[in-house]
């Protein structure tokens, strides 16, 4: 039973609050930390997506990438093995790289039809991974799909790491 008092956030249920979340993420731009072009190493663009906190985030980026990337993420949403996720995995990402996790620890648990897959313990780690497993024309887009961890406060301090592994490429 719904309580007069309650915040309207909280009467989102289901498909609701994802179509919210669609519709706030349909409103942000390009921006610090929000599909921000960082630098170009040997002709392969890096894109900082740390804003991209929820898995619909990045598949949101991941569209509108032209051509193959290399992933780098930063954990395994529950949605990963759902139909269309693999489809667009398939389509668009050569490689994916999962940062802040031991191997055992990750091992099994990625439902990924990609062929290539890598864990770092490190977001530093992964940035240098992708560098070597990106090949001419595609790009390496840092796209967590998750909240801060991993010793981040926040999105912003996670993306200003990224750039700085990025520039010391």
């Known amino acids: 039973m719904e309580k007069k008092n309650d915040p309207p956030t909280l009467r989102l249920v289901g498909g609701q609050l994802l179509d919210a979340r669609r519709a706030a993420l349909s409103t942000q731009g ?19 997506d740390s804003k991209a906190t929820f898995l619909d985030a990045t598949l949101e980026s991941l569209g509108q990438m032209e051509g193959k990337v290399v992933w780098i993420v930063g954990d395994v949403p529950n949605e990963m093995d759902e139909g269309y996720v693999q489809d667009l995995l398939r389509e668009k990402v050569s490689a994916i790289v999962l940062f802040g996790r031991s191997i055992d620890s990750a091992e099994g648990t990625l439902p990924s039809p990609v062929e290539h897959l890598y864990v770092t313990d490190e977001l530093r780690t992964a940035v240098f991974l992708a560098n070597e497993l990106v090949s001419p024309g595609e790009s390496v887009l840092f796209s967590p799909a998750c909240p801060s961890g991993n010793g981040f406060a926040n999105y912003e301090e996670r993306g200003a790491e990224f750039k700085r592994a990025v520039r010391d490429l």
């Open 30 to 48: 390009p921006g610090p930390h929000r599909m921000e072009h960082v630098a170009t190493v040997r002709e392969i663009p890096f894109i900082n």
